[in-house]
T-cell receptor
Framework: NAGVTQTPKFQVLKTGQSMTLQCAQDMNHNSMYWYRQDPGMGLRLIYYSASEGTTDKGEVPNGYNVSRLNKREFSLRLESAAPSQTSVYFC???????????FGPGTRLTVL | GNSVTQMEGPVTLSEEAFLTINCTYTATGYPSLFWYVQYPGEGLQLLLKATKADDKGSNKGFEATYRKETTSFHLEKGSVQVSDSAVYFCALSFFGNEKLTFGTGTRLTIIP
């Protein structure tokens, strides 16, 4: 039981490049989330998915797209990276019965 | 909108000192309240939670009481250890809408 896994752990991009951050959970949770963590700002919700086949915008969705490929996987795509997207990205899934979110280890992204 | 305000950090304490990290919230209605902890290089993990007024959450020697009258959820521990060094996040969510709203985080360092 690996919990929530994220790949890659680190990534450096040049402005304008694209990439996809991968997230998977093996806990059979319905809801999944993408957050970004910036110094002095806590975690902010980018997108979330309440169930397979549905996605919704969070607080800071601009510049991102998501795909809920199946119940396990929820990916985050940057189509044209900008320096303002330099951040640490966390994926999470929800144990609904306890209202507890489980977080992955994060992806540290730098956009030059 | 909903918001969470946390005590500014960083906080540095000696081992066995008493810890308080303040957290207050603004929300319409009665949210569930959480403390998450992030150890160096890791994702967030739930430390404790409370779902209604006067509830006390506790775990690993940490405690927090849901105070509706002061809209607060302060984190306390009677005797901290070096292993408690981490970043602590206060957060809220509402039943049926499990998106978390986070505070900015408080970095705690315990020195031997």
């Amino acid at each position: 039981n690996a919990g929530v896994t994220q790949t890659p752990k680190f990534q450096v991009l040049k402005t304008g490049q694209s990439m996809t951050l991968q997230c998977a959970q093996d806990m059979n949770h319905n809801s999944m989330y993408w957050y970004r963590q910036d110094p002095g700002m806590g975690l902010r919700l980018i997108y979330y998915s309440a169930s397979e086949g549905t996605t919704d915008k969070g607080e800071v969705p601009n510049g991102y797209n998501v795909s809920r490929l199946n119940k396990r996987e929820f990916s985050l795509r940057l189509e044209s990276a900008a320096p303002s997207q330099t951040s640490v990205y966390f994926c999470a899934s929800l144990l609904a019965s306890y209202n507890e979110q489980f977080f992955g280890p994060g992806t540290r992204l730098t956009v030059l | 909108g909903n918001s969470v305000t946390q005590m500014e950090g960083p906080v540095t304490l000696s081992e066995e000192a008493f810890l308080t990290i303040n957290c207050t919230y603004t929300a319409t209605g009665y949210p569930s309240l959480f403390w998450y902890v992030q150890y160096p290089g890791e994702g967030l993990q739930l430390l404790l939670k409370a779902t209604k007024a006067d509830d006390k959450g506790s775990n690993k020697g940490f405690e927090a009481t849901y105070r509706k009258e002061t809209t607060s959820f302060h984190l306390e521990k009677g005797s901290v250890q070096v292993s408690d060094s981490a970043v602590y996040f206060c957060a809220l969510s509402f039943f049926g809408n499990e998106k978390l709203t986070f505070g900015t985080g408080t970095r705690l360092t315990i020195i031997p």
